[in-house]
């Protein structure tokens, strides 16, 4: 198979069982029946078919073309209803609807520049939320960033591709590393293999600076877990995961 893009690549190597740990924590907090809710960054939809799936009234927004049309294969394979839109987190303002509950999983706020946008991403969360709407979202902890990723590698093969994955830390940027990861694809024609390259940014701040920006939002953190909220913050913690609502 040629793939078309890396989005395909990514979503075919993608841990799935992440999905479904996602989709519990999301169920022990929020019922369907609750009122719609946006899973920002949905990325392949993989989480918002799962959602859907199981009742729940959720939309999605991603500012990728590419992973918005993986969603879209994904719902219509599993005949499910899930309105996606192309946009940016940080400008949510052509959304016509608010949400009872807003998602936001895969680190992927650790994917903005600084955290002057992190809080205009949280800003813009609290001004698509009812009142009493809860927010849930995971980021990616400076133990992650600064102990766990320099060095770390990760590779894959099969008959007809491969997956290389190496991250490093970043020296002059606190609590940030790059991950380059390319895809090998075979063309059986050929007998030649396509390569497709992409270099990942990410960044995350100490707890403290999440729970200020939160609050400078105007939202209220409610709980602040581990290991998909299973699980007490420790020094080792890996990933954090928020349960936060507006009050007002």
């Not at 009872?100 to 992927?108: I, K, L, N, R």
């Not at 380059?180 to 600076?209: Q, S």
Request: net charge negative; charged share 25%; with cysteine.
């Amino acid at each position: 198979m040629i793939y078309q893009s890396f989005a395909e690549l990514y979503d075919e190597l993608f841990d799935p069982a992440m999905y479904d740990q996602w989709l519990d924590f999301v169920a022990a907090r929020v019922a369907p029946t609750s009122g719609p809710l946006l899973d920002l960054a949905c990325g392949s939809g993989r989480l918002g078919v799962l959602l859907a799936k199981a009742g729940y009234d959720v939309s999605g927004l991603d500012l990728s073309e590419d992973m918005l049309a993986l969603a879209a294969k994904h719902a219509e394979e599993d005949q499910v209803s899930m309105p996606l839109v192309a946009g940016n987190m940080l400008d949510l303002s052509g959304l016509e609807s608010t949400y009872q509950t807003v998602t936001c999983f895969a680190d992927s706020f650790c994917y903005l520049t600084d955290l002057d946008e992190v809080t205009q991403a949280f800003t813009q969360v609290r001004d698509h939320l009812n009142v009493g709407g809860k927010f849930l979202f995971d980021v990616i902890t400076p133990h992650q960033t600064d102990d766990v990723y320099p060095g770390y590698m990760y590779n894959y093969v099969d008959d007809t591709r491969a997956f290389v994955w190496t991250s490093y830390g970043i020296e002059d940027e606190e609590h940030a590393a790059e991950h380059d990861l390319a895809f090998f694809t075979l063309n059986e024609e050929t007998g030649e293999y396509r390569k497709v390259t992409e270099l990942h940014h990410e960044r995350t701040y100490p707890l403290a600076d999440y729970q200020a920006a939160l609050k400078q939002a105007g939202l209220t953190v409610n709980r602040v877990s581990a290991d998909f909220g299973n699980s007490d913050v420790t020094a080792d913690t890996t990933r954090w995961f928020f349960e936060v609502t507006r009050e007002a």
